[in-house]
C-alpha cells in the first residue's frame, strides 16, 4: 500500500484520454447540478458522468455511448469498436469512474457516517480481522475502519462484476485505497496480487 505522499494527486482530466495501459484511470466526480446543488436523482447525475468520461476515450458524444449489462450485471460498451473495461460507485454527492484497457476493474466510495453499529455489520459481513480492529478502536474511529473495510471488500467484489451476492472472483483480487477527499473511504481493484497502478484525473466542465 502506499504512503500518503507517494499517492496520485488529483489532475484535471484530458479531453481526449488514451485508453489505460499498464493502468487504471480513476476519475473523481462532484454530483450537482447546473446551480451547484446536490441533483435530484444521485444515481441518474453519476450516469451521465460515467457516459462523459466513456465518451472522451471513445471520441464520440455522450448519448451516442451505448451501455449493455454483463453476465452478473456489470455495465459494458454494447456494440463495436474500442472495448474498455470500466466501473462506477456513488455515494452522497461524490461518484468514482475507473477505467481500465487491459483487465477488469473494480471501484468502491462510500460516505462515512458515525451512527451504525459498525461491530455488528462487521461480524456479518467483513473478517474477524475487520472486528477485532473496530473493538480495538475508539467510537470516533470506527466509522472510517469499518467504511475503508467495506470500499475494499466491494471493489473486490465488483471486479469481476459478481457483486456482493454472486460467486467470489476466479483469482487473486488485488485492492488498493484511494483517497478521494475527507468524509468519504474507497477503494480500487484489479486482478492480481499487485497493487494497481492508477492515475487520479477530476471530471471538469470543459
Known amino acids: 500500500m502506499r504512503s500518503p505522499d507517494q499517492r496520485p494527486r488529483l489532475e484535471d482530466g484530458p479531453l481526449r484520454p488514451a485508453a489505460p495501459s499498464g493502468q ?3 476519475w473523481r466526480v462532484e ?17 451521465r458522468a460515467l457516459r462523459t468520461i ?8 455522450p448519448e451516442e455511448v451505448e ?7 456489470k455495465p459494458e460498451l ?27 476493474v473494480g471501484v468502491d466510495v462510500e460516505r462515512l457516517s458515525r451512527k451504525r453499529d459498525f461491530v455488528a ?15 480495538g478502536a475508539a467510537p470516533e474511529e470506527r466509522g472510517a475502519i ?37 468524509g468519504y473511504a474507497a477503494a480500487l481493484a484489479v486482478p492480481g496480487t499487485a497493487p ?6 477530476r471530471l471538469g466542465q470543459r
Open 24 to 26: 487504471v484511470h480513476v
Open 196 to 201: 494497481p497502478a492508477y492515475r487520479l484525473y
Open 146 to 182: 469499518f467504511y475503508a473495510a467495506w470500499a475494499r471488500h466491494e471493489a473486490r467484489a465488483k471486479c469481476h462484476g459478481g457483486g456482493l451476492g454472486g460467486p467470489p472472483p476466479p483469482e487473486p483480487v488485488a485492492v488498493t485505497d484511494l483517497a478521494v477527499g475527507e
Open 121 to 135: 455489520l462487521a461480524e456479518r459481513e467483513l473478517g474477524a480481522d475487520v472486528v477485532a480492529a473496530l473493538r
Open 78 to 104: 454494447a456494440g463495436p469498436g474500442p472495448q474498455l473495461e470500466f466501473n462506477l460507485s456513488h455515494s452522497g454527492r461524490l461518484a468514482l469512474v475507473a477505467v481500465a484497457g487491459e483487465w477488469p
Open 67 to 73: 451501455l449493455a449489462r454483463g453476465e452478473h450485471g
Open 31 to 47: 454530483l450537482e447540478d447546473a446551480d451547484g446543488s446536490p441533483p435530484a436523482s444521485p444515481r441518474a447525475a453519476a450516469r
Open 54 to 61: 466513456l465518451a472522451r476515450y471513445l471520441d464520440r458524444h
